[in-house]
């Protein structure tokens, strides 16, 4: 029993509190991956576009907008169109491709348009992806 | 009197000879190092679109870390924090010299570019070239038996310090290409999950067969060893693989949920890293 002793040290406090801080992130990391898991649907790219802003630029205006994904699936390779319409009329067309819109988050980018968008009625939307 | 001045110059040029050699070895190591890196398209391109603030906050975190390496691991027999933090600076200048004459050598950096351009695309390889320049001066030098009772000497404090030393090299490695990201987005949460498992399982392999020197470790009970050295390292890991992706810019408009898949994907590379740092150290 006593030789046990001999090698066996006592192991200081900033060791344990390491340890057990250690411990507690590697099951929080493991509990969260659990949850998504667990509430993950595999439902495919839900993307909706909004715009943050227009501003006025050298090339004419610039609509700048998040592409927001409600699914459960990343979309790569997301075109995103925007339309200036008059009435019925179309008036203007830009297209763009995200490389990215992760499930759940958002992805921001940008459209250039010869017209002021303010003055004209603007629509934006996603055309298409392509899974990862 | 005369015969000790004698003796002193030769000793003196004995000892730059040496260092001259070292530097080289230092140079070599750094080249060996970093040229997975300084090949890598999406380095050259952070060194553009990577925030400068980010660039300064992981220089500053390294040069503390070469320090921590030349003490912890060190080749020439340091005893001085003042001789560490010199080798540290030798090696961080080797590692910046040697990438930037590596970048001008493959048409990476020419003339006419923007100065902060180049001073970024030259810094961010900067680190993992001084990491290889500081080890190449332990791996490929003689190991002194100095060296080996160090190595004897190395606490757990040290030990989780060195594993986040191979972990970072090994993350560094992976970090920057497209396909971190794109393994994220194909995996689902299940497989995150059987990753994050296999990332244990293969660590304690590693760490037990490797055997980490110091501490009785064998003495032991496994879940002693596998709390200890294999949880504490993973999570060592995972730290190392979230700091290198939020300087990478990887983590922009993620929640907390969302940064979890990047980290544990990342956290793999990183894990390995950590557990054979025994072997590169």
Do not use: C
């Amino acid at each position: 029993m006593a030789e046990d002793h001999s090698t066996k040290r006592e192991v200081p406090l900033i060791e344990k509190l390491i340890a057990a801080t250690g411990l507690l992130l590697v099951t929080a990391v493991a509990g969260s991956l659990a949850y998504q898991a667990a509430t993950h649907d595999g439902s495919p790219p839900d993307i909706e576009v909004e715009v943050a802003g227009i501003e006025t630029v050298g090339a004419g205006y610039l609509v700048r907008f998040f592409a927001r994904n409600q699914g459960h699936t990343t979309g790569a390779q997301v075109r995103i169109e925007g339309e200036l319409r008059q009435g019925e009329k179309l008036l203007e067309q830009s297209i763009t491709t995200l490389t990215y819109v992760p499930d759940g988050g958002r992805q921001e980018g940008g459209l250039f348009f010869e017209r002021d968008p303010r003055g004209h009625h603007l629509r934006l939307r996603a055309t298409g992806y392509e899974k990862p | 009197m005369p015969l000790n001045i004698l003796q002193e110059e030769r000793l003196s040029s004995d000892s730059s000879r040496q260092y001259i050699k070292d530097t080289s070895r230092a140079g070599a190591g750094a080249l060996i190092f970093a040229f997975p890196l300084l090949m890598t398209m999406e380095m050259w391109e952070l060194g553009f679109y990577m925030e400068p603030v980010r660039l300064l906050i992981f220089l500053l975190v390294s040069l503390p870390m070469l320090v921590g390496l030349s003490h912890y691991s060190g080749f020439e027999d340091t005893f001085e924090w003042r001789e560490d933090v010199l080798d540290a600076l030798t090696a961080f200048a080797v590692g910046i010299a040697t990438s930037a004459a590596m970048l001008v050598l493959l048409a990476i950096i020419r003339g006419g570019m923007p100065w902060d351009e180049m001073v970024g695309k030259v810094a961010v390889q900067a680190v993992p070239a001084s990491i290889g320049a500081m080890l190449a001066r332990t791996q490929f030098g003689k190991h002194s038996e100095s060296d080996e009772r160090r190595k004897e000497r190395v606490g757990y404090i040290r030990t989780l310090f060195l594993m986040s030393v191979g972990s970072l090299y090994l993350a560094f490695n992976v970090a920057p290409t497209e396909e971190m990201i794109l393994i994220g987005y194909k995996m689902t949460p299940s497989y995150g999950l059987v990753l994050l498992a296999f990332s244990i399982v293969t660590m304690h392999a590693l760490v037990y067969t490797i055997g980490f020197h110091g501490e009785q470790e064998r003495e032991h009970s496994f879940l002693y060893t596998f709390h200890r050295f294999t949880i504490v390292g993973y999570a060592v890991a995972l730290l190392v693989s979230l700091f290198v992706l939020w300087m990478f810019g990887r983590l922009e408009d993620k929640s907390l949920l969302q940064t979890v898949m990047p980290t544990v994907v990342l956290g793999f590379p990183a894990a390995l890293g950590a557990a054979t740092t025994r072997l590169i150290l």
